[in-house]
Structures are given as structure tokens and as C-alpha cells.
T-cell receptor, first 115, second 119 residues
């Protein structure tokens, strides 16, 4: 079975401070990992993905994520948070070994950046 | 706008009624997905099409749910005899054709969703 876990329902951070949104995964084979963001009344938007290669992946809006195979984690990070980053963030995984075409999403983490 | 579009954006219906949602994917995408999202949860996979063929169905897709993609372009998701538990956001996503011999990256492009409220 494949799954992702987002242990924090809510993350609060002050504007200008670094932010981390945590994600751990469980798959049988090698994972494809994704982060999506959902703003109010908007669809899910792709932020970044890890397929293979460098463990540090850079994405949209200054976000990056670090793939850690030994810890089965894929935490989302940003060096300096903006108020406009406040949104709902979802981690997702695709298990390439099974050939599954769909993504399995976590339950989401609501990020609030405090001015 | 060349993104994924869904219609209607909001639907309020009474229990027992039938509802239908439409999704128009990005035109060059041959893969289309339906997900359901309830409050406080992440999107849950319902079904997947490659062109007009429905290749995967989740156990979440009960007999009251049916999805079609007759010409490999737009798709419809119909819920018959709606129940209050069907209240959710129904999300459609599409992804491009995978090159021959490739595995694809799995990135999905989502529409803004159709919110269903069953009274």
C-alpha cells in the first residue's frame, strides 16, 4: 500500500521566518513525490516534484523540498515566508513500481503566515 | 483559458436526486482523473481515464456513481440517488500523454472543483 502522512494539521510561522511543512511517505518501490497548494476557492496547484536525482528539489514561488530516503520524508521548505503563502498544502505520492497512475494525497497542512 | 474547467462550480440538491458534473481537460491531455475531497481531508481518487477508456476505479466509486468520457475529451461524473454523505468537492484533473517508453511523472493539473451539497 502507498500513503503519505502529514503530521501537522496547522503550521503557523511569522512573516520572514523560514517555514517547514512535513511529509512522510510509504511505498513499496521508488516514489514519485509531489507538493500541491490549495488557495481558498481555487484548484490544487502543483508546486514541485521529486522523481530522481538531486535530493533537494526547487519549485514554484521559492519553495523547495528535500527528499530523504532513510527517513522516508519529503518536507516542504521556504527560507522566508510571505503572508501570501498562507494556504492548504498537500503532499502526494505515486508508486511507480505498481504503475499506478493516480496520486495518493495526505490530509493537508494549513499554513498561516503571521504578518 | 487553457486550464481544466469544471461545471457547475456549485450544486445544491435534495437527497435522492441525480446530479451530473462535467469536466473539460486541457486539450492535449489524454489522461483524466476524478477525485473527491471532503472537509479536512486530502483528495481521494475515484476514477481514471486514458482517452475514452476507464482504466481504474476506486472502491469509493459505488454503484450510484458513473463516469464517462465518450470521445476522449470531456468527461461527466453522475451521481444517482444522492445521499448526504455525497456532499463534497469533486475535483477533475488531467495529465499529458506519456511518451512511448516513458514512465511519466504523474503531475496532475486540477480544475477548481464542483462543490456538491446534498440536503
Amino acid at each position: 500500500a502507498q500513503s503519505v502522512a502529514q503530521p501537522e494539521d496547522q503550521v503557523n510561522v511569522a512573516e520572514g521566518n523560514p517555514l517547514t511543512v512535513k511529509c512522510t511517505y510509504s511505498v513499496s518501490g521508488n516514489p514519485y513525490l509531489f507538493w500541491y497548494v490549495q488557495y481558498p476557492n481555487r484548484g490544487l496547484q502543483f508546486l514541485l516534484k521529486y522523481i530522481t536525482g538531486d535530493n533537494l528539489v526547487k519549485g514554484s514561488y521559492g519553495f523547495e523540498a528535500e527528499f530523504n530516503k532513510s527517513q522516508t520524508s519529503f518536507h516542504l521548505k521556504k527560507p522566508s515566508a510571505l503572508v501570501s503563502d498562507s494556504a492548504l498544502y498537500f503532499c502526494a505520492v505515486r508508486d511507480i513500481r505498481t504503475g499506478a497512475n493516480n496520486l495518493f494525497f495526505g490530509t493537508g497542512t494549513r499554513l498561516t503566515v503571521i504578518p | 483559458d487553457t486550464g481544466v474547467s469544471q461545471d457547475p462550480r456549485h450544486k445544491i440538491t435534495k437527497r435522492g436526486q441525480n446530479v451530473t458534473f462535467r469536466c473539460d481537460p486541457i486539450s492535449e491531455h489524454n489522461r483524466l482523473y476524478w477525485y473527491r475531497q471532503t472537509l479536512g481531508q486530502g483528495p481521494e481518487f475515484l476514477t481514471y481515464f486514458q482517452n475514452e477508456a476507464q482504466l481504474e476505479k476506486s472502491r469509493l466509486l459505488s454503484d450510484r456513481f458513473s463516469a464517462e468520457r465518450p470521445k476522449g475529451s470531456f468527461s461527466t461524473l453522475e451521481i444517482q440517488r444522492t445521499e448526504q454523505g455525497d456532499s463534497a468537492m469533486y475535483l477533475c484533473a488531467s495529465s499529458p500523454k506519456i511518451p512511448t517508453g516513458g514512465a511519466g511523472t504523474g503531475e496532475l493539473f486540477f480544475g477548481e472543483g464542483s462543490r456538491l451539497t446534498v440536503l
